[in-house]
């Protein structure tokens, strides 16, 4: 393992570990993604002895001046170094009481410290000390593990598990990162402990839930969160987009599987986790305005629009940002239909402009959405809507490169409304406005000072407005 130790930080926490006569050991995250051939930018040390001194030690070697974050309750200590996060802490033994995930810790050996990991391949540890530099100690067999690709916990799984139910959460993330399986005993005592999800704070649930969207095959993630009944728990609407009805021989599309095969399909088009929360999201409210109608068979009617509206509840109760993020993923899924009707229709110019209008910088990442959401069993049918995509998407970008209705502002504002006919904010104002912008999206005149001036004029006419100059003369 010497070779991976090459960095010169590992160098001086040798040797300050020596000079204070404690063992030292690079642990967890950092080892297995050496053998993973992964990067990982933060390096923990286990030390037996004080963490915060070694740390201190470390730092004074680097430079005088370099700063150490210090957690005196948690007996650690962090600093930072040419890009790399170097965490030191004291070996520990824990244990847990019933209703918490913090532990209460006391000293431990490095025996006792790999035992209290989550799983097998995060508890491998490599010597740094001199006699011993680059020795792998692997106590669990994590090093097979990682050859067989199995996640399992190096004790009793259900223990493990009941004790700290975030990792719960962690072993399907790696599974889902890493493409690991859950070894079967591991994945029971998941089911089994399922409820216990519930002391874990929100904020760390999806910390891990974000993880695993971000993968590269998110899908496998949410069927095992399904499998071990935890989206039941932390996910209750997605969860209910599961199965398939019948009434009458007709049957709908299994929207759970609908929506994963559309979050994978997002994956190698965007690495924007709110365009793929969006993915996830669109057809959130299906079981809610799902009717079946005989003669037309099941409807889904503003399914987007209740969709959207759901959005802010969903994000509140996870502790998801309530900012523009989440107004993107209303945007997004409130939208994610037009671009479709756009393509099954005759693609006229005014209703190009239209959705340019409402999407504004977020087009692009709408267009993304919809073309993943464009799943069909029939392959006939999927190339042919592929193809008027692409028409739709020629058109946008030629009718934006004349007219500029991306971000469209009214050529002819409210104030310069109110100052030329002499009125106060009023019903007139709007219906003069309304009707420039429509006449512009329309594409009955171009989006100019002088024709949008022109044709307010006209428009106010007809409401028997006239300009006071004109009324003076
Ligand atoms: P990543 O950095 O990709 O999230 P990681 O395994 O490095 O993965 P960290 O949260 O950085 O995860 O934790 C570092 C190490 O600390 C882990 O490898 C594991 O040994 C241990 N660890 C972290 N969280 C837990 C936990 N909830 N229970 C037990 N051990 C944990
Ligand atoms: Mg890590």
């Known amino acids: 393992m010497k070779k991976h130790l090459k960095h010169p930080i590992f160098t001086i926490i040798s040797e300050e570990a020596d000079l204070l006569g404690q063992e030292s050991f690079v642990i967890g995250g950092f080892v297995r993604d050496i053998l993973l051939k992964r990067n990982s930018p933060d390096i923990d040390v286990v030390t037996l002895g004080s963490g915060i001194e070694l740390a201190k030690k470390v730092a004074k070697r680097i430079s005088p001046k370099l700063p150490v974050s210090i957690f005196k309750t948690f007996g650690t200590a962090m600093l930072k170094y040419e890009g790399l996060e170097v965490e030191f802490v004291g070996a520990r033994k824990e244990s847990y009481q019933e209703d918490s995930r913090k532990p209460s810790v006391e000293s431990g050996t490095l025996e006792d410290d790999q035992k209290r990991r989550d799983f097998t391949i995060n508890a491998l540890a490599i010597c740094l000390n001199s006699d011993r530099f680059g020795e792998l100690i692997d106590p669990f067999d994590g090093v097979a593990d990682l050859k067989r690709k199995i996640i399992r916990t190096p004790l009793d799984p259900g223990i493990t598990f009941s004790d700290d139910p975030l990792r719960m959460m962690r072993a399907i993330r790696f599974s889902t990162q890493l493409n690991f399986i859950i070894e079967s005993s591991t994945i029971e005592a998941i089911c089994a402990n399922k409820e216990r999800i519930k002391i874990v704070?929100?904020?760390?649930?999806?910390?891990?839930?974000?993880?695993?969207?971000?993968?590269?095959?998110?899908?496998?993630?949410?069927?095992?969160?399904?499998?071990?009944?935890?989206?039941?728990?932390?996910?209750?609407?997605?969860?209910?987009?599961?199965?398939?009805?019948?009434?009458?021989?007709?049957?709908?599309?299994?929207?759970?599987?609908?929506?994963?095969?559309?979050?994978?399909?997002?994956?190698?088009?965007?690495?924007?986790?709110?365009?793929?929360?969006?993915?996830?999201?669109?057809?959130?409210?299906?079981?809610?305005?799902?009717?079946?109608?005989?003669?037309?068979?099941?409807?889904?009617?503003?399914?987007?629009?209740?969709?959207?509206?759901?959005?802010?509840?969903?994000?509140?109760?996870?502790?998801?940002?309530?900012?523009?993020?989440?107004?993107?993923?209303?945007?997004?899924?409130?939208?994610?239909?037009?671009?479709?009707?756009?393509?099954?229709?005759?693609?006229?110019?005014?209703?190009?402009?239209?959705?340019?209008?409402?999407?504004?910088?977020?087009?692009?990442?709408?267009?993304?959405?919809?073309?993943?959401?464009?799943?069909?069993?029939?392959?006939?049918?999927?190339?042919?809507?592929l193809k008027n995509f692409q028409l739709v998407r020629e058109k946008l970008k030629d009718l934006e490169e004349r007219d500029h209705i991306r971000n469209f502002q009214p050529p002819v504002s409210g104030e310069e409304i109110m100052e030329v006919f002499g009125l106060s904010p009023s019903r007139e104002v709007g219906i003069i406005k309304a009707a420039i912008k429509d006449a512009i999206l329309d594409g009955e005149i171009h989006n100019n000072y002088e024709e949008a001036y022109s044709f307010m004029l006209k428009k106010a006419k007809e409401l028997g407005l006239e300009p006071i100059g004109n009324q003076s003369e």
């Not at 993630?221 to 987009?241: H, Q, R, T, Y």
């Not at 099954?344 to 959405?369: K, P, Y």
Request: include cysteine.
């Open 201 to 385: 704070s929100k904020e760390r649930i999806m910390d891990e839930m974000n993880k695993i969207i971000l993968s590269d095959n998110p899908s496998k993630g949410f069927k095992l969160l399904d499998k071990c009944g935890l989206l039941d728990i932390i996910f209750p609407e997605l969860a209910a987009m599961k199965g398939r009805q019948e009434i009458g021989g007709i049957g709908h599309k299994d929207n759970f599987l609908h929506t994963l095969e559309v979050l994978d399909r997002i994956v190698p088009n965007t690495d924007n986790l709110w365009l793929r929360w969006s993915a996830l999201l669109h057809d959130i409210a299906k079981p809610r305005t799902k009717r079946f109608i005989p003669k037309l068979g099941w409807t889904f009617h503003a399914h987007n629009f209740v969709g959207a509206k759901m959005i802010p509840g969903i994000f509140r109760r996870m502790k998801l940002p309530l900012n523009e993020k989440m107004k993107y993923v209303q945007k997004m899924v409130s939208l994610h239909m037009r671009p479709i009707v756009l393509s099954e229709e005759e693609v006229t110019d005014s209703a190009v402009r239209r959705l340019l209008f409402e999407a504004g910088d977020d087009i692009d990442d709408l267009m993304t959405l919809c073309e993943a959401d464009i799943t069909s069993k029939n392959s006939e049918k999927e190339k042919r809507y």
